[in-house]
């Protein structure tokens, strides 16, 4: 029997899920509602009064900041370093040049259709941190909302435990991290191009899985979040949909979104479900059923 807290948090659907009648489990919930809400504060670009707003409001400065903050970025840069710059935190501007400029609702709402000139990307490697000392180029805006979700997924999940749940896993909007003493959980995988329909099932023992998908986050043909850092606009590519299984959910959402950019090679070395835009779903993890 398995319990579940939910509530929203950095624009999504965030549960907790742990062991029904655990005497931990209303703690535990707490505890994961109280680090969305922090990090939601230190790393959301729309809100105004945020750590990330402040550093990026003061491009071309030197800041001391949090050692989460920090870390988070330095985790970041590596990334970028290691997918060859696909995995980018400094698209901010891309991503407000095609249209993403406020939270993803307020977007919709205000069906934004206009998209501007391609803004370049790739300045990642001019972004420095020394312990808590940032140094952000003038010109360079950082975008740090995949990660820190899947970071933030990661270090509630922890806190879920350290509450006293023997297992617990936390999903934040398709970034899901399982820890502890858990039963294998089966995770669905849904059609990017019917929600309401299961195209498989995972076996998930334990780990990171994140998905990444230009279906999703889209507000007109060709405008999604995901954007290509080698063009500055929104991806164009033979994948619809990416699923990754990786140690953490962190590292699971940096592949997801490299594995996405790639293509379907990239099966061939990462654990993923891969769903083409031809309808294929190519699948290099262990599948607990098919739909």
Not at 63 to 88: E, I, W
Not at 273 to 288: A, H, K, P, Q
């Amino acid at each position: 029997m398995v319990a579940t807290h939910t509530f929203r948090a950095m624009g999504t659907s965030v549960a907790l899920l742990g062991p029904a009648g655990h005497p931990a489990f209303e703690t535990a919930a707490r505890a994961v509602a109280r680090r969305f809400s922090v990090e939601e504060q230190r790393f959301s670009r729309f809100r105004a009064d945020s750590e990330l707003s402040r550093v990026n409001a003061g491009a071309g400065d030197t800041f001391t900041v949090s050692a989460p903050f920090a870390g988070l970025v330095a985790l970041a840069l590596d990334a970028a370093a290691r997918t060859q710059g696909r995995f980018d935190p400094t698209v901010h501007d891309a991503l407000v040049a095609a249209g993403y400029d406020r939270a993803f609702d307020e977007l919709l709402a205000g069906a934004r259709a206009a998209l501007h000139p391609a803004t370049p990307c790739g300045r990642w490697a001019e972004v420095e941190v020394d312990d808590r000392t940032l140094t952000l180029p003038a010109g360079v805006h950082l975008d740090l909302g995949g990660i820190a979700k899947g970071w933030t997924a990661d270090r509630a999940t922890e806190d879920a435990l350290a509450s006293g749940l023997p297992w617990a896993a936390v999903n934040a909007g398709g970034d899901l991290r399982l820890a502890g003493e858990a039963p294998p959980l089966p995770v669905a995988i849904e059609d990017p191009e019917r929600p309401d329909r299961e195209l498989l099932r995972l076996r998930m023992p334990g780990g990171g899985i994140a998905t990444s998908s230009v279906a999703k986050r889209a507000w007109a043909p060709g405008r999604h979040h995901i954007i290509d850092p080698a063009t500055g606009v929104p991806a164009e590519t033979e994948l619809l949909q990416v699923t990754v299984w990786a140690d953490t959910a962190t590292d699971a959402e940096i592949l997801a979104t490299d594995v996405l950019l790639r293509g379907r090679s990239a099966a061939r070395d990462v654990p993923a479900v891969l769903v083409t835009r031809d309808g294929d779903v190519l699948v290099s993890m262990t599948v607990e059923e098919a739909a």
